[in-house]
């Protein structure tokens, strides 16, 4: 059995937010910058060279015992945690909520000592007909809701419902709004569609966040993500995000790689700092670990906060638990013993 050593676990989670930089720079948030095209025409990618990197990652870095638990519960902090189903309703999304505001049953919390850290998940993800049932179950607490948007998966209706569809959820409370691209603007090369889409996009969202799915699974070449990622960019999304959940394909390592570094190169150009969501999944504990090495290794520690990190997940608070539960007692408990997560 471990043995448990909760300071261990409070000192890597209470130390204040590190200021954003990069290379000693420091960043600002995101803003729209007018669309420079010479930037896409020079994007590059060595596919091979990002595959290598991806298969390694797990085996350059690996944490164990009180440090694991520690990074595990940022990956609570940094999860949308999400229902995005057909049959979902308002029971559900309350129950979610709750989920949301005490991610882990309580004999962890005590376990692990660290009830006063009062760990909440990043935010929660919802279809726009249930935004105002989070933001009523959330009252009190600083757990952001998510509105997916703007023809959420395929993004095909009519351009201005899917610019009055992200009005409604800002009315509505949506503190942040996912918003999908048209993928064939990607495939087609119409940078400067794709741009004035997001842009417009972002102009809707008002004070609320905005990430950009770019539906990568459908992007056919890492190239075009790296394009798509940096026009996203330059259109003013404060997060890109690789998937809907709802492609053949979802988030990949390999992708998140591209898009990490497009985020890098955009930083060391601009100044300023976009935010990164793998999404669709992602289900398992050390999934998370993975993506959380490569957000270290690619970005930096400010890139391990909720406010430039996040995943997009339905189910991987279930593993997170089980993993913190075999961490605390060195036994397994059975899944369903962890519904809404
Ligand atoms: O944005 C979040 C995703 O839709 C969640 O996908 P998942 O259900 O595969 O975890």
Known sequence: MFTVKPMAIRQQEQHAAPAVELNGHPLEPNRCIPLNLDWIEEVRVNTSAVERRASTIDTRRSVKKQWQAAWLLRAIACMDLTTLSGDDSVERVKRLCAKAR????QHLVKGLGIEDLHLTTGAVCVYHAFVETAVKALEGTNIPVAAVSTGFPAGLSPLEQRVAEIRRSVEAGAHEIDIVITRSHVFNGEWQALYDEVAAFKEACGPAHMKAILGTGDLLTLRN??????????????????????????????????????????????????????AGGIKTAKQALTWLYVMKDELGRP???PSLFRFGASSMLADIERQLEHHLTGRYSAAYRHPIA
Do not use: C
């Open 102 to 105: 005490h991610p882990l049953q």
């Open 225 to 278: 993500v790296a394009r798509a990622s940096m026009v996203a960019m330059m259109a003013g999304a404060d997060f890109i995000k690789t998937s809907t959940g709802k492609e053949a394909v979802n988030a990949t390592i390999p992708v998140s790689l591209v898009m990490v570094r497009a985020i890098r190169e955009y930083a060391e150009r601009t100044g300023y700092a976009v935010g990164f969501k793998p």
């Open 303 to 305: 890139w391990l906060e």
